[in-house]
């Protein structure tokens, strides 16, 4: 069983950073690396593609929204995934998710099998 848990979210002013890690633990994760992605869903709005790094690291996309302000990366050592938030937005408030898959990498959320419980990220106008 695949557990991911979020953290590093937080209330932080427009224009402001947060830094968001995902720490994967699976009875067998070394015997393979997932495919990892980064999901949001706003208040009373659908859950949104936010980016998604290939299980090496080398392939990485990132959601028009986000492109240029938020950067995914992540350390296999340490089962860890990362998304840099710089130059937040009011409209980046949001619970942002998790998610791996073995085999899928991409952006659309119904092909992950495994998710977080969620971080919040608020952003004060």
């Known amino acids: 069983q695949v557990q991911l848990v979020e953290s590093g979210g937080g209330l932080v002013q427009a224009g402001g950073s947060l830094r968001l890690s995902c720490a994967a633990s699976a009875r067998t994760f070394s015997s393979y690396v997932m495919n990892m992605g980064w999901f949001r869903r706003a208040p009373e709005k659908e859950r949104e593609f936010v980016a998604a790094?290939?299980?090496?690291?080398?392939?990485?996309v990132h959601a028009d929204s986000v492109k240029g302000r938020f950067t995914i990366s992540r350390d296999n050592a340490k089962n860890t995934m990362y998304l840099q938030m710089n130059s937040l937005k009011p409209e980046d408030t949001a619970v942002y998710y998790c998610?791996?898959?073995?085999?899928?990498?991409?952006?659309?959320?119904?092909?992950?099998?495994?998710w977080g419980q969620g971080t919040q990220v608020t952003v004060s106008s």
């Open positions: 998610a791996a898959d073995i085999r899928y990498y991409g952006s659309s959320a119904k092909e992950y099998h495994y």
């Open positions: 790094i290939s299980g090496s690291g080398i392939n990485t």
